[in-house]
């Protein structure tokens, strides 16, 4: 079992960035895949961001590809999202998740019920 921790999130303008951080608890972290989901007032959670266990593959939302960047250090057992040229549309919590499972098809990682540990969330809001 890991529990996790999402920080970083807050207020800032549109262009801008910031960096979210996931620090987890346990000592199998290395063994997660990990996510990066989030959820806009009224809209349903969606996916942002996975990333392999060991970082050897990393996929994201069109919305967000090209500006943001999933990464983790597994020696800190912690898990990043670099969020750059931020849009008013990026506002939301952002939430991060790990599985245990190994998915054949990369597309069961966009989908966040594949997921078995959550973060309580944190807030970014981007100004216009």
């Known amino acids: 079992q890991v529990q996790l921790v999402e920080s970083g999130g807050g207020l800032v303008q549109a262009g801008g960035s910031l960096r979210l951080s996931c620090a987890a608890s346990?000592?199998?972290?290395?063994?997660?895949?990990m996510g990066w989901f989030r959820q806009a007032p009224g809209k349903e959670r969606e996916f942002v961001a996975t990333?392999?266990?060991?970082?050897?593959?990393?996929y994201y939302a069109d919305s967000v590809k090209g500006r943001f960047t999933i990464s983790r250090d597994n020696a800190k057992n912690t898990m990043y999202l670099q969020m750059n040229r931020l849009k008013p549309e990026d506002t939301a919590v952002y939430y991060c998740?790990?599985?245990?499972?190994?998915?054949?098809?990369?597309?069961?990682?966009?989908?966040?019920?594949?997921?078995?540990?959550w973060g309580q969330g944190t807030q970014v809001t981007v100004s216009s």
């Open positions: 998740a790990a599985t245990p499972t190994t998915y054949y098809s990369r597309s069961r990682y966009y989908t966040d019920s594949n997921y078995d540990y």
């Open positions: 990333i392999s266990w060991n970082g050897g593959w990393t």
């Open positions: 346990g000592r199998t972290f290395s063994c997660y895949a």
